[in-house]
């Protein structure tokens, strides 16, 4: 599989079955992402800038968006297709699994309904476990995901204010017990931007990989 960067929380998962699974897709830092293709959605939260446009897009590609039973609730009343689900259970698609694993956060939308609780992913695509936090503090529930998934690489948000910052991603990185870690959710605003090449020199001080992946770039 292939992981893209579309900018903040945003993924683009390219599977080798031809799968096209986006995660948070709040696409300011994409504004000409072209979704045609687009198979799933999944989104961590109802916070505006990870829901992002993904009814939008659910509505025009037919992607089945998946999320926490009331935010799924929310976006299928807006006319989107969805899989709602609890934290803890995986789910089968064609293309691999994936389950929603606790987050630290909240979850209402712009409008202000209430979302369920945020939540992250892990998934398995392709013989690699990638896991996406959403947006999150640093938990011990992180101990656990390492034990139990073994994910290879993981997506963190390190911009601090809202989530974790920079030094407790890398902690959560040695506690995931991953190889690579792919920094998100920092520098889109103001209040969330960091120096990045800190994150780098922490993370190989850990012997882990830092991943800092530019906006529109991919990885294997
Ligand atoms: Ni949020
Ligand atoms: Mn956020």
Redesign the pocket.
Known sequence: MSIKYLGHSCFEIETKSGAKILIDPFLVCSPDYNPEGVTDIFVT?A?G??LGSAIEISKKTGATITAIYELANYCEKKGAKVNGIGVGNWQNYSWGKAIATPAY?SSSTMDGVYGGNPCGYVFEIDGTTAYHAG?TSLMQEMKTIGELYRPDVAMLPVGGQ?TMDIEHAVIAADWLKVTGVIPMHYNTFDAISVDIKEFERLIREKGKLPLVLKVGQEMN
């Open positions: 939260h916070h800038d990870h956060h947006d809202f």
